[in-house]
C-alpha cells in the first residue's frame, strides 16, 4: 500500500451550484480535484445527477477569506438593535399597512 | 447505506484537565447544543466531540464506498438494459454519498489521504453489513429494500445532527436514498408477480440471508451501545439503536406481506399491548465476529479497495503533473 502524504492529495475546492435560471449561485459542497477543469466535471457528477443545477462555480478552498467565527458577536451582534431597519418597526394607519 | 460502526469503535477516555478557559468555552458549546443550534465547522468544540464526530462520517464514508462493491458485482449481469441502468445510478449514488460525506469529515481537520489510509490499513471500521455477498440478482433488489430501508431508518434522524456539514450532507443523501430503496422494492416485486417459482424462491432465499444482517445495521442493543449516550448528549445521534430498530420492524413487516415472502423468523408477532412486532433474539455473536474481521467477504472488500486506490495512484499522479504544467504555461504566457 502506498504511503500516503498530503502532497500527492489533489486540492480542495468549494463548488456552487446555480439550481436554475434566476436563482443565485448556492454553496453546495467541496470536492478534491486536479485543476479548475477537473473539479467543474467532478462537480458535475457529484453534486448534479439529478439535475440540480444549470451552471456551476468552483474555487480552490484555500482561496476563500471568512469572517473570524470568533468575532461572530462583535460582528454581528451591533445590528440587533437596530429594529428600524426593518419595515415591520413602523405601525401605519390600516388603509395603507399594505404599502 | 449506513453504518451502524459509530457504535462499535474503542472507547476513548475523556480527557478531564482543563484550564478554565476550555471550560468556560465547553459550556457555552453545550448551552449551543441544548438550545438546539448547529456547530460550524470553525466553531469552537470539544475535542472529544470532534474525535467522535470524524470516526463517525468516515466510517460512514467508508461504508458508502466499500458499499458500491457488492451490488457492482452485478452491474454486467443485471437482467435487462433497465435494471442495469438503474443499479449503475444506485452504485454511482453511493459513490456521490461517500464524496459528500468524506469532505464533511474533512471539515474537522482530518485530511482525505488520513481518512483513506485509516479504511486501508484497517483501522477504520466500515459497515459490517458489506462483507456479506450478493449471491443471486434478487440480492440486489433485497439489499434495496432492506439494506437501505434499514438506512434510511437511521439515517433521517442524522439530518438534524448538531453538527452542521454532516446534518447537511445528510439531507442530500436522504433525498436521494428513497429511490434506492423503491427500486429495490420493485425489482422484487416484479419476480414475486411475474416470475418463475425458481425466480420467487430466489426471493425468499435472499430475503432470508439478508433479514438478520440488516436488523443488526442498527448497531447492538441500547444497553451495550458504547457511545450512545454521549452522542445522545451531543445532539450527534437523535433516536436509540433499539428505537430505530423496532421502527424498522414494524415497517418491514407489512411490506413483506404486499411482496409475498415471509420473514426468517418464528417469533415475529404482533403485540397489541405495545404496538409493536416483537422479535426474536438477534445473534450479536455474528455481529461481533463481522465487525471483528471476520464477516464471509471482508478480507476481499478490504483488498478490492486497496488494490483500487492503488491501481489509481498513476492516474492520481499523472493528473497533478499535468495541473502543475498547465499552471507554469500558463504563468509563462
Same mark, same amino acid.
Given at each position: 500500500?502506498?504511503?500516503?502524504?498530503?502532497?500527492?492529495?489533489?486540492?480542495?475546492?468549494?463548488?456552487?451550484?446555480?439550481?436554475?435560471?434566476?436563482?443565485?449561485?448556492?454553496?453546495?459542497?467541496?470536492?478534491?480535484?486536479?485543476?479548475?477543469?477537473?473539479?467543474?466535471?467532478?462537480?458535475?457528477?457529484?453534486?448534479?445527477?439529478?439535475?440540480?443545477?444549470?451552471?456551476?462555480?468552483?474555487?480552490?478552498?484555500?482561496?476563500?477569506?471568512?469572517?473570524?467565527?470568533?468575532?461572530?458577536?462583535?460582528?454581528?451582534?451591533?445590528?440587533?438593535?437596530?429594529v428600524?431597519?426593518?419595515?415591520?418597526?413602523?405601525?401605519?394607519?390600516?388603509?395603507?399597512?399594505?404599502? | 447505506?449506513?453504518?451502524?460502526?459509530?457504535?462499535?469503535?474503542?472507547?476513548?477516555?475523556?480527557?478531564?484537565?482543563?484550564?478554565?478557559?476550555?471550560?468556560?468555552?465547553?459550556?457555552?458549546?453545550?448551552?449551543?447544543?441544548?438550545?438546539?443550534?448547529?456547530?460550524?465547522?470553525?466553531?469552537?468544540?470539544?475535542?472529544?466531540?470532534?474525535?467522535?464526530?470524524?470516526?463517525?462520517?468516515?466510517?460512514?464514508?467508508?461504508?458508502?464506498?466499500?458499499?458500491?462493491?457488492?451490488e457492482?458485482?452485478?452491474?454486467?449481469?443485471a437482467?435487462t438494459?433497465?435494471r442495469?441502468?438503474?443499479?449503475l445510478?444506485?452504485?454511482?449514488?453511493?459513490?456521490?454519498?461517500?464524496?459528500?460525506?468524506?469532505?464533511?469529515?474533512?471539515?474537522?481537520?482530518?485530511?482525505?489521504?488520513?481518512?483513506?489510509?485509516?479504511?486501508?490499513?484497517?483501522?477504520?471500521?466500515?459497515?459490517?453489513?458489506?462483507?456479506?455477498?450478493?449471491?443471486?440478482?434478487?440480492?440486489?433488489?433485497?439489499?434495496?429494500?432492506? *439494506?437501505? $430501508?434499514?438506512?434510511?431508518? %437511521?439515517?433521517?434522524? #442524522?439530518?438534524?445532527?448538531?453538527? +452542521?456539514?454532516?446534518?447537511? !450532507?445528510?439531507?442530500?443523501?436522504?433525498?436521494?436514498?428513497?429511490?434506492?430503496?423503491?427500486?429495490?422494492?420493485?425489482?422484487?416485486?416484479?419476480?414475486?408477480?411475474?416470475?418463475?417459482?425458481?425466480?420467487?424462491?430466489?426471493?425468499?432465499?435472499?430475503?432470508?440471508?439478508?433479514?438478520?444482517?440488516?436488523?443488526?445495521?442498527?448497531g447492538?442493543?441500547?444497553?451495550?451501545?458504547?457511545?450512545?449516550?454521549?452522542?445522545?448528549?451531543?445532539?450527534?445521534?437523535?433516536?436509540?439503536?433499539?428505537?430505530?430498530?423496532?421502527?424498522?420492524?414494524?415497517?418491514?413487516?407489512?411490506?413483506?406481506?404486499?411482496?409475498?415472502?415471509?420473514?426468517?423468523?418464528?417469533?415475529?408477532?404482533?403485540?397489541?399491548?405495545?404496538?409493536?412486532?416483537?422479535?426474536?433474539?438477534?445473534?450479536?455473536?455474528?455481529f461481533?465476529?463481522? *465487525?471483528? $474481521?471476520?464477516?464471509?467477504? %471482508?478480507?476481499?472488500? #478490504?483488498?478490492?479497495?486497496?488494490? +483500487?486506490?492503488?491501481?489509481? !495512484?498513476w492516474?492520481?499522479?499523472?493528473?497533478?503533473?499535468?495541473?502543475?504544467?498547465?499552471?507554469?504555461?500558463?504563468?509563462?504566457?
Amino acid at each position: 500500500m502506498n504511503t500516503t502524504t498530503t502532497q500527492n492529495e489533489w486540492p480542495l475546492w468549494e463548488v456552487f451550484v446555480r439550481s436554475k435560471a434566476g436563482l443565485d449561485h448556492k454553496h453546495c459542497g467541496s470536492l478534491h480535484a486536479p485543476d479548475a477543469q477537473g473539479a467543474i466535471q467532478l462537480a458535475r457528477d457529484v453534486y448534479t445527477r439529478r439535475q440540480e443545477g444549470t451552471s456551476i462555480w468552483v474555487v480552490r478552498s484555500d482561496q476563500i477569506v471568512a469572517s473570524d467565527p470568533g468575532d461572530k458577536d462583535m460582528y454581528f451582534d451591533p445590528m440587533e438593535d437596530k429594529v428600524y431597519r426593518h419595515p415591520t418597526f413602523y405601525q401605519l394607519p390600516k388603509s395603507v399597512d399594505h404599502m | 447505506m449506513y453504518t451502524q460502526a459509530m457504535d462499535v469503535g474503542p472507547k476513548e477516555e475523556r480527557k478531564t484537565v482543563r484550564t478554565v478557559e476550555e471550560a468556560e468555552l465547553e459550556r457555552r458549546f453545550d448551552e449551543k447544543i441544548d438550545a438546539g443550534d448547529f456547530i460550524e465547522a470553525k466553531d469552537w468544540m470539544p475535542e472529544h466531540y470532534r474525535k467522535t464526530l470524524v470516526r463517525q462520517i468516515s466510517q460512514h464514508a467508508h461504508s458508502e464506498i466499500v458499499g458500491m462493491l457488492p451490488e457492482g458485482n452485478w452491474i454486467t449481469r443485471a437482467p435487462t438494459l433497465k435494471r442495469k441502468a438503474i443499479l449503475l445510478a444506485k452504485v454511482q449514488d453511493e459513490g456521490g454519498h461517500g464524496l459528500y460525506l468524506y469532505a464533511a469529515a474533512e471539515t474537522l481537520g482530518t485530511s482525505r489521504d488520513q481518512l483513506l489510509d485509516a479504511l486501508h490499513s484497517g483501522k477504520a471500521k466500515y459497515s459490517s453489513i458489506f462483507n456479506y455477498p450478493t449471491l443471486t440478482w434478487a440480492d440486489i433488489g433485497t439489499i434495496g429494500w432492506l *439494506v437501505d $430501508g434499514a438506512a434510511i431508518m %437511521n439515517q433521517v434522524p #442524522l439530518c438534524r445532527c448538531s453538527y +452542521a456539514p454532516y446534518a447537511r !450532507a445528510m439531507i442530500r443523501i436522504c433525498r436521494e436514498e428513497s429511490f434506492h430503496q423503491r427500486q429495490g422494492f420493485d425489482s422484487l416485486l416484479v419476480m414475486m408477480q411475474h416470475g418463475t417459482p425458481e425466480q420467487k424462491a430466489m426471493v425468499q432465499d435472499a430475503v432470508n440471508r439478508w433479514w438478520w444482517p440488516s436488523l443488526m445495521m442498527f448497531g447492538p442493543p441500547d444497553t451495550e451501545s458504547t457511545h450512545s449516550a454521549q452522542s445522545m448528549r451531543w445532539g450527534i445521534k437523535r433516536i436509540s439503536n433499539d428505537d430505530l430498530r423496532q421502527k424498522f420492524v414494524d415497517a418491514t413487516v407489512e411490506q413483506a406481506k404486499v411482496l409475498g415472502v415471509s420473514l426468517p423468523d418464528p417469533l415475529l408477532k404482533w403485540n397489541e399491548e405495545r404496538q409493536h412486532y416483537d422479535f426474536g433474539p438477534i445473534d450479536w455473536s455474528e455481529f461481533w465476529r463481522v *465487525v471483528g $474481521g471476520d464477516g464471509p467477504c %471482508n478480507r476481499e472488500r #478490504l483488498a478490492a479497495r486497496v488494490k +483500487a486506490w492503488d491501481d489509481g !495512484a498513476w492516474v492520481r499522479e499523472a493528473a497533478l503533473a499535468h495541473a502543475r504544467k498547465q499552471a507554469t504555461k500558463e504563468q509563462a504566457a
